[in-house]
C-alpha cells in the first residue's frame, strides 16, 4: 500500500491540475485576447504598476500566510494574527504606493504609469482580506475549494479585461484585475467561512514569524532582481519595450508557473510532514522531479518552436521582436526546473534561508548583467541576462540537497537522456511540421504531432528500458496514474 501522504498529494494534485487547467487556459485565452486589442505600452504601464506594488509587498511581508502551512500547530488566535497582521500591511502598502506613484513612476521614466500604480495598488489590500481558512486548506492538502477559489477570480477577471478593453484601454487590465480580486474574497468566506477578529497579538504571531522571516527576505530580495530588471528595461527601451517583455514574460514562463503551483503548493506541505523520513522524502522528490520535468522539458521545447507563429499570426505586428526573448525565456525555464522542486523540499524542512541565499545570487548575478546585455543586445540581452544566474543557482541548488536528502539524484540520469531526447525529438516534429503547414493551423498540429512524439518516446523508453517514469508517476500522483491506467486499480 502506498504511503499514506504520497496518496494525500496525489489526491490535491488532482484538484491543483483542475485548478491549473481551467485557471491557466482562462488566463491565456484572456492574454492573447488583450494583446490583439491592445498595444505594448499598455502592458508595460501594468508592468511598472505591479513591479511598483509588488516591491512594496515583500518590504512588509512578514511571511505569515505561509507560516500557516508551515507551522505545526495552529488555534484560532494565531489565524486572527496572521490575517490582521497581512490585512495592516496591504493597507500601508497601498497607502504608500498612491502617495508615491509620482517618484516610482519617475524611476521608471513613464509618468503616465502613475494613475495605473495607484489604481492597482488597492489589489493587494483586497487580497489580504481572503478567509485566512484558506490557508487552512492548503496546509490539509485540500485543494478543491482553491481550485473553485481561483477559477473563480481568473473568470471574472477575464470577462471584466476583455469586455472594456475596446472602449478602456490600458483601464481593462486594472478594472479586470480589481475586480477578479473582489470576486476571490467574496467566494473564499463561502469556501471557507471565518469570522476572523482584528488582533494585534504578537505572541501568536512570533512563531509564525520565526519561518516567515526567512520568506520575508526572500520575497524581498526576489521582488528587488525584478524590480532593478524591470526598471533596467524601462529605462533603456521605454515602456513599449517592457510590455513586450512583459507578454514574453507571461507566455514562456507558463509552464514555470505549472511548477510553481501544480508542484509547489502539494510538494510543500508534503514535505513538511515527511521531514523524519528522508528516505520517503527521497523518492517523492526523485517521483516530482522526473514527472515534472518529462512534461516541462517537451512543452518549452514546442514553444521554442512555436513561438514566431504565435507572435506574427496571432498576435499580430505589433509585438514583432518578442519570439526571441520567448525563446531565451523557454530555455531559462528547462534550467530552473530542478530547483522548482528543490525549493518546496528546502521549505519543508524548514530551511527558508537556504532559498533566501539562492535568491540573493540569482537576483544578484540577473542585475549584475542585465543593464549590460540590454544596451547591447537589446530586448533579448535582457532575457539573456537570466541564463547564468539560474544555471548557477541550480548547480548550487543540487549541492544544498544533497544535504538534506539521501543521493537526490541517484538513478535520474538516464531518465534525464529519455527525457532529453523525447524533448529532441518534439523539437523536430514540430519544426518539420510548423514549415509543412504555416499559420494558425501549423502550429495546432505541430503542437499535437511534437507533444504526441514525446509521449510515444517517453513510453516506449520507458517499457523498453524500465526507466521508471510509470512508477514514478503514479507514486506522486496515484490518482491519475489510475485514471489513465499506468497502474491497475487496487483496494486500499
Known amino acids: 500500500m502506498e504511503n499514506r501522504h504520497v496518496r494525500a498529494a496525489g489526491n490535491a494534485m488532482v484538484w491543483k491540475l483542475v485548478q491549473m487547467g481551467g485557471v491557466k487556459m482562462i488566463y491565456l485565452i484572456r492574454l492573447l485576447v488583450l494583446a490583439i486589442l491592445l498595444v505594448p505600452a499598455d502592458f508595460g504601464l501594468v508592468a511598472i504598476a505591479t513591479?511598483?506594488?509588488?516591491f512594496l509587498l515583500s518590504v512588509t511581508n512578514f511571511g505569515l500566510v505561509p507560516a500557516v502551512v508551515q507551522a505545526e500547530s495552529m488555534d484560532d488566535a494565531k489565524y486572527d494574527a496572521a490575517w490582521t497582521f497581512d490585512m495592516a500591511r496591504s493597507f500601508l502598502v497601498a497607502t504608500l504606493t498612491i502617495v508615491f506613484a509620482p517618484m516610482i513612476a519617475n524611476i521608471f521614466a513613464e509618468p503616465l504609469a502613475v494613475p495605473i500604480i495607484q489604481a492597482l495598488a488597492l489589489r493587494p489590500f483586497l487580497e489580504s482580506l481572503i478567509s485566512i481558512k484558506m490557508a487552512a486548506l492548503n496546509r490539509e492538502l485540500s485543494f478543491r475549494p482553491l481550485a473553485y477559489l481561483k477559477i473563480v477570480e481568473a473568470i471574472a477577471n477575464t470577462v471584466i479585461s476583455v469586455s472594456l478593453a475596446r472602449s478602456a484601454g490600458v483601464w481593462a487590465i486594472v478594472f479586470g484585475s480589481i475586480g477578479g480580486a473582489l470576486c476571490m474574497?467574496?467566494?473564499?468566506?463561502?469556501?471557507?467561512?471565518?469570522?476572523?477578529?482584528?488582533?494585534?497579538?504578537?505572541?501568536?504571531?512570533?512563531?509564525?514569524?520565526?519561518?516567515?522571516?526567512?520568506?520575508?527576505?526572500?520575497?524581498?530580495?526576489?521582488?528587488?532582481?525584478?524590480?532593478?530588471l524591470r526598471i533596467a528595461i524601462s529605462r533603456q527601451l521605454g515602456a513599449e519595450g517592457l510590455g513586450l517583455y512583459f507578454i514574453a514574460v507571461q507566455l514562456a514562463y507558463l509552464p514555470n508557473e505549472v511548477a510553481n503551483e501544480a508542484v509547489g503548493a502539494v510538494a510543500f506541505p508534503l514535505f513538511a510532514r515527511l521531514q523524519g523520513n528522508i528516505t520517503q522524502a527521497t523518492r517523492v522528490f526523485r517521483a516530482l522531479f522526473s514527472g515534472l520535468a518529462a512534461v516541462i522539458f517537451p512543452v518549452c521545447a514546442l514553444i521554442i518552436v512555436l513561438a514566431p507563429t504565435l507572435t506574427h499570426d496571432i498576435l499580430g505586428p505589433s509585438w514583432a521582436g518578442t519570439e526571441e526573448v520567448i525563446r531565451v525565456l523557454s530555455l531559462v525555464v528547462?534550467?530552473?526546473?530542478?530547483?522548482?522542486?528543490?525549493?518546496?523540499?528546502?521549505?519543508?524542512?524548514?530551511?527558508?534561508?537556504r532559498i533566501t541565499l539562492l535568491e540573493v545570487i540569482q537576483s544578484s548575478i540577473t542585475i549584475s548583467f542585465v543593464w549590460v546585455l540590454t544596451q547591447r543586445f537589446g530586448l533579448v540581452g535582457s532575457a539573456m541576462a537570466w541564463l547564468p544566474a539560474v544555471l548557477f543557482s541550480q548547480l548550487l541548488s543540487i549541492r544544498f540537497l544533497q544535504n538534506i536528502l539521501d543521493h537526490p539524484l541517484r538513478g535520474l540520469q538516464n531518465s534525464l537522456i529519455a527525457i532529453l531526447a523525447a524533448s529532441g525529438l518534439c523539437f523536430i516534429v514540430a519544426v518539420t511540421t510548423s514549415y509543412l503547414i504555416p499559420g494558425v493551423l501549423g502550429l495546432v498540429t505541430a503542437a499535437a504531432l511534437g507533444g504526441g512524439a514525446a509521449i510515444l518516446l517517453l513510453w516506449m523508453a520507458d517499457r523498453r528500458y524500465k526507466l521508471g517514469f510509470a512508477n514514478n508517476f503514479a507514486l506522486a500522483f496515484p490518482q491519475f496514474a489510475s485514471l489513465l491506467r499506468l497502474i491497475p486499480s487496487r483496494a486500499e
Open 51 to 54: 513591479a511598483a506594488t509588488g
Open 185 to 228: 474574497v467574496i467566494t473564499s468566506y463561502i469556501l471557507a467561512p471565518y469570522r476572523p477578529r482584528i488582533l494585534f497579538h504578537w505572541k501568536a504571531a512570533h512563531s509564525l514569524m520565526n519561518f516567515g522571516g526567512w520568506v520575508f527576505l526572500t520575497s524581498l530580495i526576489a521582488m528587488a532582481g525584478s524590480y532593478g
Open 334 to 353: 528547462i534550467i530552473g526546473t530542478f530547483g522548482e522542486v528543490a525549493v518546496s523540499v528546502f521549505k519543508g524542512f524548514g530551511q527558508p534561508y
